[in-house]
């Protein structure tokens, strides 16, 4: 029975059962106890010695003695004698009835009547027999008697008809309101009872928005208040436990390091977008750790190890290199999986091997002038007076030249550092783009007819302003005019071209020199990159400046192309924005 309202009211009647049972019991019992002690008292008030005494005189007076007792007994207003409820009956010692009051002939042995029969009064009791009755001995000198009073306690239940009567009508009545006020109080009950479920089956389903009213002080309220107070503390931790795992999933979706989960069994998890990227290629979980990253470790073994323990490993993937980091992970008392993170250090390696390449560039750099300078310089010493002044002169000259060579490249070295870390100054001002051009144009037109080179510019008259380092931007140009002069064969052709675009100006200097071969293109501005290494040393170039002019053009928001054709010539594009 799954109500409870059924369960209240299936015990509220079994207690109004039980207890009408016990009660009529009780007065059922008491009322035959009260009936057959006061029949007793009767019978014993009645049968005094004094009494016995005359029942014996009574018997002795001729051969009508069982009459003469007869009448004597009904005559005595104590025994209550009614011959429909209690009789009396003179019997001999064979218990023959001589005489009675309802003249029946016969009586059954009783216990009360053998022990008359042996000559003791008989007067024991039951509640459960059907009858009280009384035997008492009389000797006298015509012959021995048995005085026997026999009551079929017909009164006795009569009452207790009358009385189960009232318990049957009682118990009706009280099952009734019984029933009534069980369905009241199951009503009172499962009123707050239902609201709680519903309650709980909304924060089940993660609804805690609805509070429940409180409508009594009692334990259901107090139960009702502890209700309120857990859904809006489970609430706030769940809200808490919600945004650590949003920013954990934030954290997984968006960190630049791959991450792949395995479980106890090796196959995949979870992972993130990072590890199909630099993995190149698409995860799911039917995956295994061998099929992944079997050369690299083995999973059992790392399933196996303590959770402060970690084994590093690389991995080559898409020409990537990847720094693995692999580990369990595991809950106190189970084994959880293997995490394997992986960090993409191609970028780095290239750094390093950039680094390693910059240095023996620099050292390669600063020790053929070094070299040269030594060298000359030890002759001169050695030769002394011998040395003739002309080419004394010629030495000092070289000296001189590979002196101001190295002065070049530490000046490009300090000057790229600053780039570097963001100390290079600018001495931004406002002046027209035009005006750089011509001046730079005009510091290089003696250069380019000593090479026999037909050196054009094309300005428009409405070039506008920019604001920048007037020093620095005619130092990019300068570069760039320079090597188209210096990589133009003599007698070739070298046209400087300026214009205008949405808000910004642009320089093109071209050229139809040797040109650079397609493969050198993506490296022209890296540091001491140089196409004809052997000409450039030549001419002292040092391989830093296009990577000067890139980094001062990006200083001023600026931008730098180079587009070349191998032994037909170089265009170089520069643009930079006007100033408003």
Not at 107 to 130: C, K, P, R, Y
Not at 221 to 248: D, H, I, Y
Not at 459 to 478: F, G, H, N, T
Not at 538 to 547: A, F, I, V
Request: glycine share 6%.
């Amino acid at each position: 029975m799954r109500s409870l309202r059924m369960k209240l009211i299936l015990i509220m009647v079994l207690l109004i059962l039980a207890l009408m049972t016990v009660v009529g019991t009780f007065l059922i019992n008491g009322v035959g106890n009260f009936y057959i002690h006061e029949f007793y008292v009767q019978m014993e008030n009645t049968f005094t010695q004094d009494f016995i005494l005359q029942l014996q005189a009574t018997a002795s007076q001729g051969e009508d003695g069982p009459e003469r007792l007869r009448e004597l007994l009904m005559s005595q207003s104590n025994l209550g004698i009614d011959i429909t409820n209690r009789n009396v009956y003179v019997l001999d010692q064979e218990a023959n009835v001589l005489d009675s009051s309802n003249q029946k002939d016969t009586v059954g042995i009783t216990s009360n009547l053998l022990s008359a029969m042996n000559g003791v009064v008989g007067q024991d009791s039951s509640i459960n027999a059907a009858y009280m009755d009384l035997a008492i001995p009389i000797s006298s000198e015509k012959g021995n008697y048995i005085v026997y009073i026999l009551d079929n306690k017909y009164t006795v239940n009569a009452l207790i008809a009358n009385v189960l009567s009232i318990i049957f009508r009682s118990l009706a009545l009280g099952l009734a309101i019984c029933v009534v006020l069980s369905i009241l109080l199951a009503q009172i009950l499962i009123t707050p009872i239902r609201a709680l479920t519903a309650g709980t089956r909304q924060v089940a389903a993660g609804d805690f928005s609805q509070k429940l009213e409180v409508t009594s002080r009692d334990e259901i309220g107090t139960l009702t208040r502890n209700f309120n107070n857990m859904a809006q503390v489970l609430q706030n931790t769940l809200s808490q436990v919600e945004n650590e795992r949003n920013k954990l999933s934030t954290l997984f979706l968006h960190m630049t390091d791959g991450v792949v989960a395995f479980g106890v069994t090796g196959f995949v998890i979870h992972y993130n977008p990072a590890a199909t990227r630099m993995l190149s290629r698409a995860l799911d979980p039917t995956m295994h750790f061998s099929e992944i990253f079997g050369q690299e470790g083995n999973f059992e073994e790392l399933l196996a190890m303590d959770r402060s323990q970690y084994v590093e490993a690389r991995k080559t993937a898409s020409g990537c290199q990847l720094d693995l980091f692999m580990a369990p992970f595991s809950s106190e008392h189970t084994y959880g999986g293997v995490l394997v993170v992986m960090h993409d250090v191609t970028e780095q390696e290239k750094n390093e091997q950039t680094r390693r390449e910059f240095v023996a560039n620099v050292s390669h750099e600063l020790r053929t002038p070094l070299t040269n300078i030594k060298s000359y310089a030890e002759t001169i010493a050695s030769s002394g007076e011998e040395l003739p002044p002309q080419l004394r002169a010629n030495f000092m000259e070289v000296i001189i030249n590979e002196t101001d060579r190295m002065t070049r490249i530490v000046q490009d070295l300090l000057t790229l550092s600053k780039f570097d870390s963001g100390k290079l100054e600018m001495n931004l001002t406002r002046f027209p783009f035009a005006t750089a051009v011509e001046h730079v144009y005009a510091a290089v037109s003696l250069d380019a007819q000593n090479h026999g080179h037909h050196l054009t510019r094309q300005l428009p008259p409405s070039l506008p302003e920019i604001e920048a380092d007037r020093e620095r931007i005619e130092q990019v140009i300068m570069n760039i005019v320079s090597n188209a002069i210096k990589y133009t064969p003599d007698g070739g052709e070298i046209s400087i071209t300026a214009g205008t675009g949405k808000g910004t100006v642009w320089l093109q200097v071209a050229d139809n020199g040797i040109g650079i071969p397609e493969k050198d293109l993506p490296r022209l501005f890296e540091r001491f990159y140089r196409v004809d290494k052997a000409r450039s040393r030549e001419s002292g170039g040092t391989g830093l400046g296009l990577s000067i002019a890139k980094e001062i053009l990006n200083q001023h928001g600026g931008d730098i192309v180079i587009t070349s054709q191998y032994k037909e010539g170089t265009t170089v594009t520069i643009t930079l924005p006007a100033a408003l």
